[in-house]
T-cell receptor
Framework: EPEVTQTPSHQVTQMGQEVILRCVPI?????FYWYRQILGQKVEFLVS????????KSEIFDDQFSVERPDGSNFTLKIRSTKLEDSAMYFC????????????FGPGTRLTVT | AQKVTQAQTEISVVEKEDVTLDCVYE???????LFWYKQPPSGELVFLIR??????QNEISGRYSWNFQKSTSSFNFTITASQVVDSAVYFC??????????????FGQGTTLQVKP
């Protein structure tokens, strides 16, 4: 069964460093998402991506964040200058369509900023 | 505004008990979708069910059942004869056309279910 994959599973970085979180969505899916979950809290939407551009972003997704689909298979989330409060689990998701379709989530990347 | 409320933060039951997880949602849209996801201790999010706003029929899948009531804006989830493996955090989520037409999911706070042997 196709699945969404994410690498790395755990990333530790120092405050101020840049990190790139990688995702490989399900191959025939068209819509891609990043969500984050601060430990013990709910899952929060960060950004949606369709047709090679951002279609929506939340207020969390400020200028420190960027996404791209560099090669037609990977979908990346970059945080330019990490802060302590960026420590969270980051989930990538993909779906075949918009809101009527279920989103399939990857296993997540746990980001720890020290 | 869209909102999902899961008022039960934690529930603890003994194996074989039935348990119901509550979910109440808010949306201005007439077309929307509701979802339940399971997050086991390993951390991944596992899709359980999707329900559209025009289909109020209850659904049963093995020991799982869902009760959708538009009149009370609720989409509750019942596990019958709970098992230890059901221990997880369960999230209810909403997607509607007000979600910027991008399909983003709005999650509730989650309910932590602990099933004791």
């Amino acid at each position: 069964e196709p699945e969404v994959t994410q690498t790395p599973s755990h990333q530790v970085t120092q405050m101020g460093q840049e990190v790139i979180l990688r995702c490989v969505p399900i191959s025939n899916h068209l819509y891609f998402y990043w969500y984050r979950q601060i430990l013990g809290q709910k899952v929060e939407f960060l950004v949606s991506f369709y047709n090679n551009e951002i279609s929506e972003k939340s207020e969390i997704f400020d200028d420190q964040f960027s996404v791209e689909r560099p090669d037609g298979s990977n979908f990346t989330l970059k945080i330019r200058s990490t802060k302590l409060e960026d420590s969270a689990m980051y989930f990538c998701a993909s779906s075949a369509g918009r809101f009527s379709y279920e989103q399939y989530f990857g296993p997540g990347t746990r980001l720890t900023v020290t | 505004a869209q909102k999902v409320t899961q008022a039960q933060t934690e529930i603890s039951v003994v194996e074989k008990e039935d348990v119901t997880l509550d979910c109440v949602y808010e949306t201005r849209d007439t077309t929307y979708y509701l979802f339940w996801y399971k997050q086991p201790p390993s951390g991944e999010l596992v899709f359980l069910i999707r329900r559209n706003s025009f289909d109020e029929q209850n659904e049963i899948s093995g020991r799982y059942s869902w009760n959708f009531q538009k009149s009370t804006s609720s989409f509750n989830f019942t596990i019958t004869a709970s098992q230890v493996v059901d221990s997880a955090v369960y999230f209810c989520a909403l997607s509607d056309s007000f979600s910027g037409n991008t399909g983003k999911l709005i999650f509730g706070q989650g309910t932590t279910l602990q099933v004791k042997p």
